[in-house]
T-cell receptor, first 116, second 108 residues
């Protein structure tokens, strides 16, 4: 398999502050990483596709100015939730594929964000 | 985009029983994966199976791509098998689309 590490696993922040979540591919390079959000008792919904060295592609309805994505290297993508509000509280999880390689995706451990 | 449907939504079993989870998808796929989400939210890769049959211990999976469905079999279920099972597919776009999941509860 392949290892994707996400940090932090859990974070609590105050309304109005920003939170950065890191996603690293530990034993492979990934030009593309994906960010998902999961609300309680629901499935995973794709938020954006992170592309190394270029702008991220956001899904419809996801505010790009609120969810800033940076993919500065072949092993690291970051998601910053800016000016967080309680409704941003959710489980955020990233994934990556080996590059080049199969279509099989591997996921990080996820980050549980609570905005108070 | 591709649509992914899973059934049943909920399944309760007695320990030792067998079960079959189903995943239907609306279009041809480049990738199909089965995951188990543990209580901490971690997605555990079970199978990468865009076609064919694979087995791993008590778990096996079959994807019939021409008929657009996949099945996950769990034999001799254990309480540790409890959790949510997701099927996810990639169509012409590269991102995975998830089904709504099957919540499995195995009773001792």
């Amino acid at each position: 398999g392949a290892v994707v590490s996400q940090h932090p696993s859990r974070v609590i922040c105050k309304s109005g502050t920003s939170v950065k979540i890191e996603c690293r591919s530990l034993d492979f390079q990934a030009t593309t990483m994906f960010w998902y959000r999961q609300f309680p008792k629901q499935s995973l919904m794709l938020m954006a596709t992170s592309n190394e060295g270029s702008k991220a592609t956001y899904e419809q309805g996801v505010e790009k100015d609120k969810f800033l994505i940076n993919h500065a290297s072949l092993t690291l993508s970051t998601l910053t939730v800016t000016s967080a509000h309680p409704e941003d509280s959710s489980f955020y999880i990233c994934s990556a594929r080996k590059n080049p390689g199969t279509e099989e995706a591997f996921f990080g451990q996820g980050t549980r964000l609570t905005v108070v | 985009g591709i649509q992914v449907e899973q059934s049943p939504p909920d399944l309760i079993l007695q320990e030792g029983a067998n079960s079959t989870l189903r995943c239907n998808f609306s279009d041809s796929v480049n990738n199909l994966q089965w995951f188990h989400q543990n209580p901490w939210g971690q997605l555990i890769n079970l199978f990468y199976i865009p076609s064919g049959t694979k087995q791993n211990g008590r778990l096996s999976a079959t994807t019939v791509a021409t008929e657009r469905y996949s099945l996950l079999y769990i034999s001799s279920s254990q309480t540790t098998d409890s959790g949510v099972y997701f099927c996810a597919c990639t169509g012409s776009a590269r991102q995975l689309t998830f089904g709504s999941g099957t919540q499995l509860t195995v009773l001792p």
